[in-house]
């Protein structure tokens, strides 16, 4: 044994205390860590939280110089991630990311394992969504939507092909069931299959529950929801869809050239677990309909009016983010504060050359 050595019986004390010193020193540094984060999740948990249940596509924009029919003319075509329920959103997030200790808008969807889904999940996590809800399915490929426009930014016609979202989403959603009751706002769109639009708002049943009619065909999965008699605090459709929800409902006494405010109190009388009704009007601005009656708001003046694809969406997505975090009293009928955010965010879309979502990277 060489001077100045311990006996290795002499070192276990020393050995062990320097362990017990080592984890305990662990310990204290990891509840510090999680303490730093576990404290902005307290104080966001206080304003509750919004989940948006929807579709993420793929979309590809094409742009006519003019419209000549059976034949291909000039034009400029770009593609970039978007969707219904991605625009909504991200627009939430625009507004909540002002907001301190807002809690991030929660995303359900899915999307394919492919090169568009990957973008997809890029895109998501760069607007300030939190997408632990967004699942990737290897069976189908991710959702796509092709609409064409023209060179005044209005919509001439559209196709989305959304497979993966019928044959998916509801069994996605029913897996998630036990988050859905601690949501502030749910907003969903009705890419979702009826059934599983009710699903969800029966596990939500504090939630401000509103519904997006997505389009013309789909508009009447509004009417089938609400013939249900479950409460929904809002539907949002453009004047097109509000027809298309009127057409599946036994009403006989409109005129042809009924208002706005007409059609939606005739959708008030039919359900009375329907609160109210917001109407995206383009150019025209808002109007929100309720039984105490009718608000208007005109759109926003713009210097350029580029695409008005994903205005309605950003709309809704922020005024419902805004409701949510107590920026109007929408039950007592106060909402200029929310209809003004709603606004906001579709002037911003309605001059970008991007989709919804893009504008927001």
């Known amino acids: 044994m060489t001077r100045g050595t311990l006996p290795l019986f002499d070192m276990v004390p020393r050995i062990t205390f320097m362990v017990v010193v080592s984890v305990l020193a662990y310990l204290i540094f990891s509840i510090v860590i999680a303490s730093d984060s576990l404290a902005p999740s307290l104080s966001t948990n206080q304003f509750g939280k919004i989940a948006v249940i929807g579709g993420v596509l793929y979309d590809v ?5 003019e419209y000549v029919e059976g034949s291909s003319v000039p034009g400029a075509v770009v593609g970039s991630v978007g969707g219904v329920g991605l625009n909504m959103v991200a627009s939430a997030a625009h507004v909540l990311a002002n907001i301190p200790g807002a809690a991030r808008p929660l995303l359900y969807s899915v999307v394919g394992d492919d090169l568009f889904g990957s973008q997809m999940v ?55 069931r036990h988050e859905l009751g601690s949501m502030k706002a749910l907003l969903l769109e009705m890419n979702l299959m009826p059934e599983v639009a009710l699903d969800a708002i029966r596990h939500a049943p504090d939630a401000f529950i509103a519904l997006e009619p997505v389009s013309v065909p789909k508009a009447g999965r509004i009417v089938t929801i609400l013939e249900q008699g479950v409460s929904v605090d809002v539907i949002s459709p453009n004047t097109i869809e509000l027809d298309a929800i009127l057409a599946g409902v036994d009403i006989t006494d409109l005129s042809t050239n009924a208002t706005v405010h007409t059609k939606a109190d005739a959708l008030l009388e039919r359900f009375p677990t329907l609160a109210s009704v917001l109407v995206t009007a ?4 808002v ?36 409701v949510a975090q107590g920026l109007c009293d929408w039950t007592a009928g106060d909402v200029g504060g929310c209809l003004d955010e709603g606004l906001d965010a579709a002037a911003l879309v309605l001059q970008s050359t991007e989709s919804a979502v893009g504008k927001y990277h």
């Open 61 to 65: 924009k094409a742009t006519a110089a």
């Open 282 to 285: 383009g150019a025209d601005g």
């Open 122 to 176: 890029d895109a998501i996590s760069r607007t300030g969504v939190d997408a632990s809800g967004v699942l990737i399915c290897k069976t189908h490929s991710s959702a796509m939507f092709i609409s064409l426009g023209d060179v005044h930014g209005e919509l001439m016609n559209a196709v989305a092909d959304t497979a993966i979202l019928d044959d998916n989403l509801g069994e996605h959603i029913a897996g998630s």
């Open 287 to 322: 109007y929100l309909v309720t039984r105490e009656g009718m608000q208007h708001r005109p759109a926003r003046d713009v210097v350029q009016r580029v695409d008005s694809t994903g205005c309605g969406d950003a709309m809704v997505g922020a005024i419902v983010a805004a």
